[in-house]
């Protein structure tokens, strides 16, 4: 038998002898065998042996030993105690990098089969490690990616679908066609440089939450054809609104559409485009005028304070005020006031404005609720939120435990929270 890795990294001890090691692996106390598992000098034969000791922190430290046989970690991947099995998978998540090529050739079929039954793991946190380490590594085993990324948690694949360089846009297309949760079709959208057949494919599921961070994703070659289709139907959506105006590329004929219905916030972004001709400059201004002239409308320009107070500022003096809670964030909701309730989340919740964004771009009804929880909103508000905010039909609102209690437990929500807040954007 032969270590995987053949790396040292242990502290520097007095040397034992195989007998005196032999000996201590037989040990009564499992004190002294656990602290003989996280020996750097033993032979493999030792190391195989501790990795069947009765003591799960045994074995959890022979889990986490960069000298345990490849056999031993094979056999480990399928210990009974999820606790060992997570060591396992830091250890040759951590390590898998540092594989050189003579490493891999040697070892890569027990890394490989190692690798693909804790991605098949049932427990979740086990698949996150492996996730968490391997969703943008280009030397990570593509049939580990491939099983992370149909992963049925959303912790597991959406930072494989977001980030992984090995997903091929054929991959991303039959992801997408075995069924994807609106959760996992965001993380797709939100891939850099996205091609424009996984685009039309994204737009196709109809998925509102996934279209949108489709459209704020200014890297996704989203075709003309595909684009003016959506600027047409957005009349209706609001959430695609200001990113189709920010949109880097759109034509004369769009910016025009845009023109009829945006917020007059939006249509002074129109005016202020780089790539509009003297005919289409003249037309929004014409616009804007006609918008001041009667006062406003539905999209309008409302009252002065409106205009002034931005909502950053207007959450801002709710939050001093003591008024910051369920009842002015239902009533924001109610008037499609979306920046203020952004707002209102990010004061209320205590979290990172992006880590905020990510959770309302994602779609995730887990996300949400776990979101609200934080910023100690009721329930209630949770599910206006996953419905109002983050378009969740409402086939796939997570509703309330007996009637207004959250469905789920606090240190599930705190790993939702914890999950977005570890994206980069």
Partial sequence: MKSLFGIKLGRKRTPISYEDSKRLARDENSAVRADLATRDDLRPEVLYFLAEDPTPEVRRRIAGNEDTPIQADRLLAKDADESVRQDLAAKLSRLVPRLSAQDQEQTEAYVVETLEILARDQAVRVRQILTEALHDLAG???????????????????????????????????????????????????????????????????????????????????????????????????????????????????????????????????????????????????????????????????????????????????????????????????????????????????????????????????GMTALAWKAGLSMRSAMQMQLRLCGIPPGQVLNARNGTEYPLDPDEMDWQLSFFGSLSA
């Fill in 140 to 366: 990570a085993p593509p049939a580990v990616i491939h099983a992370l990324a149909r992963d049925a948690e959303e912790v597991v694949a959406c930072p494989v679908l977001r980030f992984s360089p090995l997903l091929s846009d054929q991959d991303l297309i039959e992801i997408i066609g075995e069924g994807c949760a609106s959760g996992k079709l965001t993380a797709i959208s939100r891939r850099r440089d996205l091609a424009a057949p996984v685009c039309d494919v994204v737009v196709a599921t109809d998925d509102r939450p996934a279209i949108t961070a489709l459209l704020n994703n200014k890297s996704a070659q989203i075709r003309e054809e595909t684009l003016d289709t959506l600027v047409e139907r957005s009349r209706a959506i609001e959430a695609w609104h200001q990113p189709l105006v920010e949109r880097p590329k759109l034509s004369l004929k769009m910016i025009d559409k845009l023109a009829g219905f945006v917020a007059d916030t939006l249509l002074k972004k129109l005016q202020t485009r780089a790539d509009l001709d003297k005919a289409m400059a003249e037309r929004l201004t014409h616009e804007v005028r006609r918008r001041l002239s009667s006062g406003g409308d539905e999209a309008g320009f409302g009252s002065a304070e409106t205009n002034e107070v931005s909502p950053a500022e207007q959450a801002q003096r709710l939050h001093q005020s003591g008024d910051l809670g369920d009842e002015a964030l239902q009533d924001a909701l109610a008037r499609g006031d979306r920046s203020l309730v952004r707002e209102g989340l990010v004061l209320l919740s205590g979290l990172d404005a992006g880590t905020v964004e990510r959770i309302l771009e994602a779609g995730s009804a887990k």
